[in-house]
């Protein structure tokens, strides 16, 4: 199988389903930034501080991918075989972010991004699954999504806050408070 094919050439690509729509169509950029997300959760994954989180951070890279082929599917295409999400899949993060919380001292201020590489990674990996989730929201303007994808992204964000609240603790680095000056 060839990488390339030439078919992009245009600017068009193939959905699920066989239609071809602009690469800038909203369906497009709501996966492709699913797959940017996805990225960035690997980067996550790597760091040795997640060493612990490793399968759980791949069952949210193959969550994440689950979402990415049921939004490149042509809306209508019912017959396309792919996995579905489910309520378990959401059920997963919330006992991990309720694990994780626990260990966490109460919340006073916000939080800037910071204090260690690693942890920034995971602030940029929750900013992009914000954006992933503002992305789906603008398609479901155009077409119904299933409101499942929503709640994951939305957990899923709060799942990488308390996360990067969590590795900043255990890299050993205090957390960067935003303190306004009045």
């Not at 497009?28 to 501080?49: H, K, P, S």
């Not at 019912?78 to 694990?99: C, F, V």
């Not at 910071?114 to 077409?143: K, N, P, W, Y």
């Not at 205090?174 to 303190?179: D, R």
Request: contains cysteine; hydrophobic residues 35%.
């Amino acid at each position: 199988m060839k990488i390339y094919t030439k078919t992009g050439d245009q600017g068009t690509t193939s959905l699920l389903g066989g239609k071809r729509v602009p690469k800038g169509h909203l369906k497009i950029d709501a996966y492709g930034t699913v797959d940017e997300l996805n990225a960035f959760i690997g980067l996550l994954r790597d760091q040795e501080v997640n060493t612990s989180r490793e399968a759980v951070l791949k069952e949210i890279q193959d969550r994440l991918f689950t979402i990415g082929a049921t939004l490149a599917t042509e809306y209508g295409k019912q017959n396309i075989k792919r996995p579905d999400l489910h309520e378990s899949d959401l059920e997963l993060l919330e006992k991990e972010i309720d694990q994780m919380d626990s260990k966490l001292p109460p919340l006073k201020n916000f939080i800037l991004p910071g204090g260690h590489t690693a942890v920034s990674f995971c602030h940029v990996a929750r900013t992009v699954c914000r954006r992933t989730e503002r992305c789906v929201i603008d398609l479901m303007e155009i077409e119904p999504v299933d409101e499942i994808i929503v709640k994951y992204l939305n957990r899923l964000s709060d799942y990488l806050f308390v996360l990067g609240r969590l590795m900043a603790i255990e890299l050993g680095v205090e957390e960067v408070t935003w303190k306004p000056r009045h």
